[in-house]
């Protein structure tokens, strides 16, 4: 066929050809586009699969396009739903404190908060259809709630033990590093810290500490660290892991 104005009808059909090769429709999004000069097939979290086709196409060569990416698209599709299950989590393992917490979903504004205790150690957390990242974001604000009663105190008890002072400590969602400790005795710890086992998160909040007295990684502070936490080489491995 020759080129023609793509219509809503070519867009069904390629809807009805990925159903003919068993791949749902969900987290499919077929659209056309004035501004589009390329057949585009893309991924996003909050549009799943994504295909762009330009608003004047052939239609034979468009569909013959979509089948040969058929096993991408599925492909495609099923890495998405497995990383916006990860953002709806069933349960929270916090190692570190020895807990577990049921989720439980409930409608948008049945919880003031976005997160609520029940009993039986579960949360309720608000899930918006329109927003996939809502419940991330509020079990994250819990999480980040729970590693300041949890390990404030935890570091604060160290201190103590070993005879030192730091000025203040923060709780971060920090990326790449677990754990810093400023010139001016400011400690950041990552929240995410709960999922770690306990004798891991020790050998942060003391490596922290030791930074207290030896703000470098110089020969001084490993041999101080060393004193504190005998095993701490097996332990850096272990964390890094």
Known sequence: ?????????????????????????????????????????????????EIVVPHVADYEWLMNQVH???QWIADARK?????RNDLTPKQIHLTAINEIWNVKLVPVNKTPTGVSIAEN?????????QD?????????????????????PWLEEFAQDRGLKFNTIRIKNQV??????????N?????????????LV???????????????????????FSKIVPNSRDLRQELKC
């Open 176 to 185: 790449s590093r677990w754990g810093s400790c400023s010139d001016k005795g």
């Open 187 to 199: 400690i950041n710890l990552n929240g995410r810290l709960l999922f770690l086992p306990r004798h």
């Open 121 to 129: 150690h579960t949360l309720m957390t608000e899930m918006d259809s």
């Open 202 to 224: 020790s050998y942060v909040l003391h490596h922290e500490l030791t930074h207290i007295e030896h703000l470098n990684h110089s020969r001084r502070f490993w041999e101080a």
């Open 132 to 152: 996939v990242f809502n419940v991330a974001r509020n079990l994250q604000k819990w999480v980040h709630q729970k590693a300041k009663v949890s390990l404030v």
């Open 1 to 49: 066929m020759s080129a023609e104005l793509t219509s809503d009808s070519q867009i069904t059909a390629i809807y009805k050809l990925l159903s003919l090769h068993n791949v749902p429709s969900n987290l499919i999004l077929v659209r056309l586009s004035k501004r589009a000069k390329h057949l585009i097939f893309q991924t996003s979290l909050v549009k799943g699969v």
């Open 68 to 70: 040969n990416k058929i």
């Open 79 to 83: 890495t998405i739903l497995s990383q």
